[in-house]
């Protein structure tokens, strides 16, 4: 957890603490910091730092879900871009304001990033 908290990244992968114990060990802890409400489980071997929820007191991540997808999969290595809605709407083509789930992609990404039901897509951009 100490490692965690001096870390300035938001998302975690199970790489990042692989010179500390091998791969099943680090997944015991990393999902116990989960059941505590210390991380949040976006996907597959991928996590996020979680607060408390001053409405619910349930653990929320500390930054939304599209900024969190973003890192995540700059994390893994895929190149992330504007998507096609943010494109028009950043080029003043339309008023509706993208929600970010739609994040823009270079390549094939077989991931699924989210939590609670609410899941981010992908759109293939060049």
């Known amino acids: 957890m100490a490692r965690i908290a001096r870390k300035k990244n938001a998302v975690f992968v199970r790489d990042d603490f692989s010179d500390v114990s091998d791969y099943d060990q680090v997944g015991r802890a990393l999902r116990s910091l989960t059941k505590k409400g210390n991380l949040i489980r976006l996907g597959y071997g991928v996590y996020a730092k979680a607060k408390k929820s001053p409405i619910n007191g349930a653990a929320v991540p500390v930054a939304p879900l599209p900024t ?59």
């Open 68 to 126: 969190l997808a973003k890192e995540a999969l700059q994390r893994l290595g895929v190149e992330t871009l504007p998507s096609r809605l943010e494109e028009a709407y950043n080029a003043g083509e339309t008023t509706q304001v993208p929600t970010g789930r739609l994040i823009g992609v270079k390549g094939r990404v077989n991931r699924k990033l989210g939590y609670r039901g609410a899941f981010v897509s992908y759109e293939r951009t060049t």
